[in-house]
């Protein structure tokens, strides 16, 4: 089934407007925006989750941007770990599109953009985690676990 992500357009020019050119800038709202937009793009594109451990879905692991939202960003941690107990890509797309009201607000995208960057979205562990249900750790070479 082909989802469409034409709800999430209305974030567009907030998304422009805090995201950075590259990386994940220095502010909490740099942060955030590329984070969402990670997980929105590398589902629609991908069908990526930032949690397998129900779904069986696999592709490259996106956790670390749901884990540093989880982390982060307070009020947002109970619906985010519905994903834990879901297995319909119509829920996982409900979850991304409340992530994506909860946190793209102007208001709070505007507060969050006087605080500085916090920790690092592509380096935050737990809650969610992606696993390979095909690797074999007696074959890691090391190569799979190699962060770019």
């Given at each position: 089934?082909?989802y469409n992500?034409?709800?999430?357009?209305?974030?567009?020019d907030?998304?422009?407007?805090?995201?950075?050119?590259?990386?994940e800038?220095?502010?909490?709202a740099?942060?955030?925006?590329?984070?969402i937009?990670?997980?929105?793009?590398?589902?629609?594109n991908d069908g990526?989750?930032?949690?397998?451990?129900?779904?069986?879905t696999?592709?490259?692991?996106?956790s670390?941007?749901?884990?540093?939202?989880?982390?982060?960003?307070?009020?947002?941690?109970?619906?985010?770990?519905?994903?834990?107990?879901?297995?319909?890509?119509?829920?996982?797309?409900?979850?991304?599109?409340?992530?994506a009201?909860?946190?793209?607000r102007?208001?709070?995208?505007?507060?969050?953009?006087?605080?500085?960057?916090?920790?690092s979205?592509?380096?935050?562990?737990?809650p969610?985690?992606?696993?390979?249900?095909?690797?074999?750790?007696?074959e890691?070479?090391?190569?799979?676990?190699q962060?770019?």
């Open positions: 089934m082909k992500w034409d709800y999430f357009d209305k974030y567009e907030l998304i422009d407007k805090y995201m950075p050119n590259r990386g800038g220095d502010t909490m740099s942060q955030i925006c590329t984070a937009n990670k997980l929105i793009y590398r589902y629609f990526d989750w930032y949690d397998n451990t129900t779904s069986g696999y592709g490259e692991n996106i670390d941007y749901a884990n540093w939202l989880y982390n982060h960003i307070p009020g947002i941690q109970d619906r985010m770990m519905t994903v834990k107990d879901m297995y319909s890509g119509n829920d996982y797309v409900a979850v991304l599109a409340y992530i009201a909860f946190c793209l102007e208001n709070k995208l505007a507060e969050w953009n006087t605080q500085p960057k916090q920790g979205i592509y380096h935050s562990k737990w969610f985690v992606v696993e390979d249900p095909d690797y074999d750790d007696d890691d070479d090391g190569w799979y676990r962060r770019f």
